[in-house]
């Protein structure tokens, strides 16, 4: 029902101000477009949104696992399948361990930590910001700071999970399949 709304743009389709992202996009990926960026190019405003606080989360000083540890809790959270298959592609383009992945892939909720403390540190903060709304208070702010984290990577998970919560609404909302993710 949401394709009929959300169509899969091809940078003739698009609106105006979507072409230029669109061709860029892609340039990158070998003269394809996915699915969820042309349904998401109807609204300029929302793909050039979402891409630029992504392109500022991935310029961060989280380090990339950390990354993928909160795009990956958001996503499993906002029940995102398509943000699941591709950041499970990125997780493995980055070496990370089997077990590692198919816990980010469980349910946030199900209670299976992380096998690496610091990265389930980044999740249980994240899931925390998410939880409160931001207040997560002096404990699980102190928590986070414990493994090593700053100040500044906690900011930067709220940038992470604004990004992303963006995202995977758009991607639920405009029906976007989930595609083959080249590795």
């Known amino acids: 029902m949401s394709g009929t709304h959300f169509p899969d743009h ?4 698009a609106p105006q101000a979507s072409r230029r992202t669109m061709e860029a996009m892609a340039a990158k990926q070998g003269g394809r477009v996915p699915s969820a960026v042309a349904r998401l190019a109807t609204s300029p405003e929302t793909l050039h949104g979402f891409l630029q606080a992504s392109a500022a989360f991935e310029s961060s000083t989280l ?3 950390s990354r993928e540890v909160v795009v990956m809790t958001v996503a499993t959270r906002n029940d995102c399948h398509i943000c ?6 990125r997780l493995r383009s980055l070496g990370a361990a089997p077990e590692l992945v198919a816990a980010l892939r469980a349910s946030a909720s199900d ?8 990265l389930e540190g980044v999740r249980r903060f994240t899931l925390a910001v998410l939880e409160s709304a931001g207040a997560v208070g002096d404990e699980r702010l102190q928590d986070f700071l414990s493994l090593g984290h700053t100040p500044r990577n906690a900011l930067e998970v709220v940038l992470g999970i604004g990004a992303y919560t963006m995202s995977t609404l758009a991607n639920r909302l405009t029906g976007a399949p989930v595609e083959a993710v080249p590795v």
């Open 10 to 13: 091809t940078i003739g389709s």
């Open 111 to 118: 209670g299976r930590p992380l096998p690496d403390e610091r």
């Open 84 to 89: 699941v298959e591709m950041h499970t592609g």
């Open 63 to 65: 380090d990339p696992l």
